[in-house]
C-alpha cells in the first residue's frame, strides 16, 4: 500500500521569503515522487519528479525536493517566493517497482504569498 | 504540441439526468486516469486505463459512473441519474505506459466543471 501526507493545508509566506512545503509518503517499494502545481481555475502541471536517480531535484520556476528515504519525506523548497507562486501545490507518490501504479495524491497544500 | 483536451468545460445538469465527459489525450500516450476534484479537496482517483489492458475501475463510487477508451485513446466518462453529490470538477490525465522501472509523469487536462441542481 502507498500514501502521502502534506503536513500543512496551507502555508503564508510574504514575497521573497523561503517556501517550505512538507510531504511525507509510505510506500511498500522504491516510490517514484511528484510535485503538481494547480494555478486558480487552471489543470495541474508538473513542478518536479524523483524516479530513483538524484535525490535533490531541481523543477520549474526555481523549486527544488529533496528525496530522504531515512526520513521517507519529499518536501518541496524554494528560496524566494514570488506573487505568481500563490496555487495549490499535490504531492504525488507511485510505487513503480512493482507496487500500485495508481498516483496517491496528497490533500494539497494552499500557499499563500502575502506583498 | 497538443495538451489533453476535455470537453465541454462546464456542464450544468438537473439531478436525475445523465451527463457524458469527454477526454482527449496526447497522441501516444497509452496511460490515461479520470480524477474527482471537490471543492478544496485533493483528487479522487475514479478509473485508469492502459492500452488494452482491462481498466481499473476501483475508484468509481457507484455504479451509476461509468467510462469507456475507445480505440485506446479518446475516452467517456458517463454519470447516470446524476446526483447534487456528483458536482465537482473532473480532470482527465494521460501518460507513456508505466512500467516497472519508471513512472511517467501525467499530463492533465483542463477540467470538466459539473454542476447538478
Known amino acids: 500500500a502507498q500514501s502521502v501526507t502534506q503536513l500543512d493545508s496551507h502555508v503564508s509566506v510574504s514575497e521573497g521569503t523561503p517556501v517550505l512545503l512538507r510531504c511525507n509518503y509510505s510506500?511498500?517499494?522504491?516510490?517514484?515522487l511528484f510535485w503538481y502545481v494547480q494555478h486558480p481555475n487552471k489543470g495541474l502541471q508538473l513542478l518536479l519528479k524523483?524516479?530513483?536517480?538524484?535525490?535533490l531535484v531541481k523543477g520549474i520556476n526555481g523549486f527544488e525536493a529533496e528525496f530522504k528515504k531515512s526520513e521517507t519525506s519529499f518536501h518541496l523548497t524554494k528560496p524566494s517566493a514570488h506573487m505568481s507562486d500563490a496555487a495549490e501545490y499535490f504531492c504525488?507518490?507511485?510505487?513503480?517497482?512493482?507496487?500500485?501504479?495508481?498516483?496517491?495524491f496528497g490533500r494539497g497544500t494552499s500557499l499563500i504569498v502575502h506583498p | 504540441g497538443a495538451g489533453v483536451s476535455q470537453s465541454p468545460s462546464n456542464k450544468v445538469t438537473e439531478k436525475g439526468k445523465d451527463v457524458e465527459l469527454r477526454c482527449d489525450p496526447i497522441?501516444?500516450?497509452?496511460?490515461l486516469y479520470w480524477y474527482r476534484q471537490s471543492l478544496g479537496q485533493g483528487l479522487e482517483f475514479l478509473i485508469y486505463?492502459?492500452?488494452?489492458?482491462?481498466?481499473?475501475k476501483s475508484g468509481l463510487p457507484s455504479d451509476r459512473f461509468s467510462a469507456e477508451r475507445t480505440g485506446g485513446s479518446v475516452s467517456t466518462l458517463t454519470i447516470q441519474r446524476t446526483q447534487q453529490e456528483d458536482s465537482a470538477v473532473y480532470l482527465c490525465?494521460?501518460?507513456?505506459?508505466?512500467?516497472?522501472?519508471?513512472?511517467?509523469?501525467?499530463?492533465f487536462g483542463p477540467g470538466t466543471r459539473l454542476t447538478v441542481t
Open positions: 490525465a494521460s501518460s507513456l505506459p508505466t512500467d516497472r522501472a519508471l513512472a511517467y509523469e501525467q499530463y
Open positions: 510506500s511498500s517499494y522504491s516510490p517514484s
Open positions: 524523483y524516479t530513483s536517480a538524484a535525490t
Open positions: 504525488v507518490v507511485t510505487g513503480s517497482s512493482g507496487g500500485s501504479y495508481i498516483p496517491t
Open positions: 497522441s501516444g500516450h497509452t496511460a
Open positions: 486505463f492502459q492500452g488494452n489492458s482491462a481498466p481499473d
